[in-house]
C-alpha cells in the first residue's frame, strides 16, 4: 500500500450503475435527502433511520453509503483471505445487507462464490440493490437472491460457508446483541462484522469477538491471536481505514471538496477452522524516518507500541518501509 489508507476502488459495473441510478434524481434533492441521512448517522440514531420511505432516500442511502460500506467490507474481507488462503466459499448469506455492497465485496475477493443471498428489511433497498446487482459482469452478483426480512434471532440461523453484517450491530437494541452474534455463527463456516471505526463501533466489535471465541471460533483477522484483545476499554480503540475515490456525482451530493474520502472501520472475521494469522498487525500510521520506522503493533503477546525496526533488519526493514496502518506484519528478521 502507499502512503494513505488502502486504495477501494469500487468496481467498474457497479460504479457506472450507482452513477446511473443517482442520476435519475435532481442532485439537489439528493443532496437534501443525504445530509438528512448523515445528520441521522452524526446523532447516533440510526436505529430506527434511516426510513426509506421513497426512491429518492434509497438512491441517497446508497450514494452516501454504499461506496463506503463496499470499501471497509472489501478491506476487511482481503486481510481474512490473506490470512486464510485456502479458504474458497461457496455460499453467502448477508445480514441486513441493504443494497447489497457486502456481496459485490464477496465476489471480488472470492471468486469462489457460487451463490449470495441478502437478507434486508427494506423493500426499497431490496429493489435497488436487485436493480444494481442485474448489471454486475459476475454471474454470481447477478445471481444473488434478495430475500425481505429481519435480524430475527427466533429463526432459523443462516447457514452459508460465509456470513456477513456490515454496520448493523449498532442498530439493534444492546441486549441482545450478544445473541445476533451467536445466532449469525451458529451455522457459518466463517462469519464477519465491520462496525464504524470508532470506540463505540469498536466495542461492539470487541463484544461480539468475545462471543465468538466462546464458541471456539478462531479469529482469522484483524487480530494476531485468539486470546482476550489487549486494548482496555476507554484508553483506545482499534480501528482501521479504507480511503475510496468520490466519482463527480458522489462527491457533489455529499458537498465533497476532496476527490477522496476515507472510511474507518473496526472488524472481526471468525471462523470453525484455525487460520494462518500473521504475526502482528500493525495499529497505527507507521513514522518512517530516514534509516529507521516505528511501529505500534499488536501480536501474540499483546500490544507492543512503539517498535522500532531499522536497516540492520535487512528484510523486516523493507517490509516495515513499505508497510501501511491496517497491514500484517512479520515479526522474524
Do not use: N
Not at 431490496?126 to 429463526?155: E, M, N, Q, Y
Not at 455463527?185 to 469477538?209: M, N, Q, S
Amino acid at each position: 500500500m502507499g502512503e494513505f489508507p488502502l486504495v477501494a476502488l469500487l468496481p467498474d459495473d457497479l460504479r457506472s450503475s450507482l452513477d446511473g441510478e443517482l442520476g435519475r434524481f435532481p442532485e439537489s434533492r439528493l443532496a437534501q435527502a443525504v445530509d438528512k441521512l448523515s445528520t441521522r448517522y452524526r446523532q447516533g440514531d440510526a436505529a430506527t433511520s434511516p426510513i426509506l420511505s421513497s426512491e429518492i432516500d434509497v438512491a441517497a442511502y446508497a450514494g452516501y453509503r454504499m461506496p463506503a460500506t463496499y470499501a471497509a467490507v472489501a478491506a476487511a474481507f482481503g486481510e481474512a483471505a490473506a490470512a486464510a488462503p485456502g479458504f474458497a466459499p461457496r455460499t453467502q448469506v448477508d445480514i441486513g445487507g441493504g443494497t447489497g455492497a457486502a456481496v459485490w465485496a464477496a465476489a471480488q475477493v472470492w471468486p469462489s462464490l457460487e451463490k449470495c443471498t441478502v437478507i434486508e428489511q427494506v423493500a426499497g433497498a431490496l429493489t435497488l440493490g436487485r436493480k444494481l446487482a442485474s448489471t454486475a459482469v459476475s454471474p454470481t452478483v447477478r445471481g444473488t437472491t434478495w430475500v425481505r426480512g429481519l435480524v430475527d434471532t427466533a429463526a432459523a440461523a443462516p447457514s452459508a460457508d460465509l456470513v456477513t453484517m456490515s454496520y448493523v450491530l449498532g442498530e439493534l437494541p444492546e441486549p441482545g446483541r450478544d445473541d445476533v452474534v451467536r445466532w449469525l455463527a451458529a451455522k457459518a463456516g466463517t462469519v464477519a462484522l465491520i462496525e464504524p471505526g470508532t470506540p463505540a463501533g469498536f466495542a461492539r466489535i470487541r463484544a461480539a469477538r468475545d462471543v465468538l471465541r466462546g464458541m471456539d471460533r478462531h479469529v482469522v483477522a484483524p487480530c494476531p491471536h485468539d486470546g482476550e484483545c489487549p486494548i482496555r476499554p476507554g484508553e483506545d480503540w482499534c480501528h482501521f481505514a479504507a480511503r475510496l475515490p468520490r466519482s463527480g456525482i458522489h462527491r457533489r451530493i455529499k458537498a465533497g471538496t476532496l476527490g477522496f474520502e476515507d472510511e474507518k472501520f473496526s472488524y472481526v472475521v471468525a471462523s470453525a477452522e484455525p487460520a494462518d494469522r500473521p504475526d502482528a498487525r500493525i495499529l497505527r500510521h507507521p513514522r518512517k524516518h530516514k534509516g529507521w520506522v516505528q511501529l505500534d503493533l499488536c501480536t501474540v503477546d499483546g500490544l507492543t507500541p512503539g517498535v522500532t525496526v531499522s536497516k540492520r533488519h535487512g528484510p523486516r526493514y523493507r517490509a516495515a518501509r513499505d508497510a501501511e496502518w491496517g497491514d500484517a506484519l512479520s515479526v522474524e528478521e
